[in-house]
Structures are given as C-alpha cells and as structure tokens.
C-alpha cells in the first residue's frame, strides 16, 4: 500500500528532519584558453563536455550618440542574420538546422549580442555562418521591411505596458537624456528607419577590436580557437567597438510621482548607487541584498507580501551598468495601499542598515547564493552566458569559479557593514507611476515630489 508524502515526512516520534545540507562544490579545473586573437577579438573557449554540443556568445560593444541610434540598432539586430553575399535567409536557417544550430541576436544600448548554439560535429559550421553575418550581411530591403513592421507593432504594444513606463521614468530621473536610457526606441523612429542606414550602421559598429566571443562545450578549447581565429580571418578593422561614456552617479533625490492617469496599480522603480564586481565589498552586498530583497523569503517579501498583502511580487537587485552598479528596488501595488507600501519598503531599508542581517539569515542568503550560482553555470548555456556578462567588463573564468569562495568567506560584520553603507533611505532615488489623482496621502510621509 502506497503512502502519501505528509506520511513519508512523519515517524512516531513527529516529522522527519530534515538532512543537512551537503557541500556545494563550483567547478573545477576547467580547460580554458582567453586569448584575443590577431583582429583584436577576445576568444573565450572552455571545455565542458556534458553533452555534445556547443554554445556560442558574441558581445559587441554598440553605443551610439545620435538619437537615431537605437532605432537602427533595433532593425540591425532584427535582420542580421536574414541573408548575406553567400546566403539568402532559408540557407543560414537550413545549414544551421542541418547541425542541430540556432542563432539570434538582440541589442541594448552597451551591446549587440549573438548567441547560439550547435552540435559540436557542427562546429564549423556554426562559425562559418556566424562569420558571414559579421562581415556579408546584406540586410535585403524586403527582409528589413517585413522585421521593421514587426517591430513597431512589439514596440508599440511594449511602450503601454506600465512595467516599460516605470522603467523608462526610472531612467530619464537617474540619468537625464544619457544614451543609456535609450532602451526602447521609438515606433515613429523605427518607421524612418530603410536598408541602406543599417547597413551603413554594421560598417561602422559591428566590430572585432573590443569585442568579447565565448565558446563552451564539447571542443577542444585551443582548436576551438584556433578555428575561431581562421573563421574570422576576414573580420577587420582597425577601430574599436563603440562604448558608452561612463553614467553619472546617481544623487539621492526625492522620490518622483509620475502620473499615469486611471491607473489603478502603482509601479515602484527604486534606486540607489552600488558597487563592482570587482569591489572587495561586493560578495558582502550581495548577501546584504539577498536578505533585503533578492530571493523570495528575504525581509522585503516578508513584509509586504507575506504580511501585508499589497503585492504579489517584490524584489532588490543589483544592476551593472556602465562603469559602475546600481541597487534596483521594484515593486507594484494597488493605488489604494501606495502611501503604505512606500512607508513599509522605507521602513526594511532603515530596518536593514539599523539592524543588520543575524547569522541565521546570512547563513541561508549564503546558501543561495552559492547554490544558484553553481546551478546557474553546471549547463553549457548557463555557463557561456554568465562568462559572457563577465567578459564585457574584463573579468574571466578565474573570477567567476573563485567567487563561491568569496562568499563563502564573508563574515555577518561585513554584511551588517554592506547593509549600513549602501540600503540607508537617505541613499536612494526613484519613481512612483501611478494615478496622481490618488496619491496625494504621499506628501504627508515627506520626501516625494508630485506634480
């Protein structure tokens, strides 16, 4: 006779415990080679044969000034891969198909990224067709005006979603009109955009000298640069990719009410400066930011979710940006509770700095920590993509399998340090999108400036 699991989980003398858990191992002694090759490309390749497959991933730095930027960017990225000198869209798609492959790009406004994938017999393959959308991408006027329609109708629906409004409102307070709140272009812009534009824009920016491809999988890492550096012998250029100029840090500032008239939820976007990766602080604000906010038993979920009720969904986290990093604090919440979600999210981040994280809470927010990284980079796809992020800001392998240990070395003092320097109130920014109309009980808490 089966037995149910509240059975199985109960002995007579009560519920079973649980085991402790096991130690969380990262990987080690990966074969890798990091080595920028004769165009200026840096090549990542590391070996990690658990399934025979190979993962591809291109960062191509692709700034831009001119307001026009990232409208083209967005139709580039949409049509890059439709057809070259040598291949008309059906052939990348068969000869990809052919070695279990896919390819596809999208663009931000620090990157243009491929990424992909193939089997490791396809290996070849998959680079030949990549190198020929890096250096023959015709971008054919049908192809751009059939991705151009495609686009303005995403973008058109995305830019009434109030997730995009509070994101965009977030980005205009904290960094004014720096490309980098260009994240969305406009439907009327992309409607201006025509074929001889995009290509003139892949001459200019899609470019090797600063940019950074990672490989893993199945392969040999040396042969595998080797045969990056033969396959990309025809991608040239004496400049370099096109970067950003640095952000200005953000000021703490008053909290900006943007109306969005019958709305009947508020979006709250937060911020706050942060610190790098390369900081010797960052493992301890990571953990700090885990307790506050990052993972869903964190204070912040707690209170206003588990408690409270006014949200289904809260988080903190940290965002990289140019140069620096920043602390993102997120919420939405019915109009009617917004003056009490903001004193409870005010209340946590004092809560934080004034009574840091016990050793209990830091133990746990370690625990996840380490273990999502390792669950994050055991796949080839998880892996690839975590060195790629890493890559852009010139860090590699080393780091990313040394930093289990790092966190694994931070003591409750340092977190209750993190908490204190960088979650005080006083230190953070932002926007509240909602009906203005409603919120008018946000003046009495101080600190907000509706219109």
């Not at 990056?228 to 009410?257: H, K, M, N, R, Y």
């Not at 009574?355 to 209990?360: L, R």
């Amino acid at each position: 006779m089966s037995r149910s699991a509240e059975e199985i989980g109960r002995t007579e003398r009560g519920p079973r415990p649980l085991p402790p858990l096991g130690d969380q191992r990262a990987a080690t002694g990966l074969s890798a080679v990091d080595k920028v090759i004769d165009n200026g490309l840096r090549v990542i390749a590391v070996a990690q044969p658990t399934v025979p497959m190979v993962e591809l991933r291109l960062r191509i730095p692709f700034a831009g000034e001119d307001p026009m930027h990232a409208a083209r960017v967005e139709v580039l990225a949409a049509t890059i891969l439709t057809g070259t000198e040598k291949r008309d869209r059906v052939a990348v798609d068969t000869d990809l198909a052919l070695v279990g492959g896919e390819l596809s790009a999208v663009v931000d406004p620090e990157m243009l990224s491929i990424g992909g994938n193939a089997l490791a017999a396809g290996f070849d393959t998959l680079l030949d067709v990549l190198a020929d959308a890096l250096t023959g991408a015709t971008y054919p006027d049908e192809e751009v005006e059939g991705e151009r329609g495609r686009l303005i109708e995403r973008i058109t629906v995305a830019r009434s979603q109030p997730s995009v409004i509070a994101r965009q409102a977030l980005q205009k307070h904290r960094y004014g009109d720096h490309p980098f709140t260009r994240e969305m272009p406009e439907a009327d812009d992309v409607a201006t955009v025509v074929p001889d534009e995009v290509r003139a824009l892949h001459r200019a920016h899609v470019l090797p000298r600063g940019s950074v491809l990672v490989l893993v999988g199945d392969v040999d890492p040396a042969r595998a640069v080797a045969a990056v550096a033969a396959a990309f012998e025809g991608w040239q250029s004496d400049e370099s990719a096109s970067v950003l100029p640095p952000l200005p840090e953000i000021t703490p500032q008053d909290l900006l009410v943007v109306d969005r008239a019958g709305a009947v939820q508020s979006q709250f976007r937060f911020s706050a400066q942060a610190i790098t990766r390369t900081d010797p602080r960052y493992a301890a604000l990571q953990l700090a930011n885990l307790a506050f906010g990052g993972f869903f038993s964190s204070r912040l979920v707690e209170n206003i979710r588990e408690d409270k009720g006014y949200t289904y969904n809260a988080r903190s986290s940290l965002e990289f940006t140019p140069g620096g990093a920043t602390l993102l604090v997120e919420t939405d919440v019915a109009s009617d509770v917004t003056a009490g979600a903001l004193l409870e999210i005010r209340y946590e981040l004092g809560k934080l700095a004034a009574i840091p994280p016990t050793e209990s809470e830091v133990d746990t927010v370690r625990q996840y920590a380490v273990g999502s990284l390792l669950t994050s980079t055991s796949s080839q796809g998880g892996l690839a993509s975590q060195l790629a992020a890493l890559a852009i800001l010139g860090l590699g392998l080393d780091w990313l399998t040394g930093h289990p240990d790092r966190l694994k070395a931070v003591t409750v003092e340092q977190v209750a340090e993190a908490a204190l320097e960088f979650f005080a109130p006083t230190r953070f920014t932002g926007v509240i999108v909602g009906d203005a109309a409603t919120l008018s009980t946000l003046s009495a808490l101080g600190g907000v400036h509706l219109p």
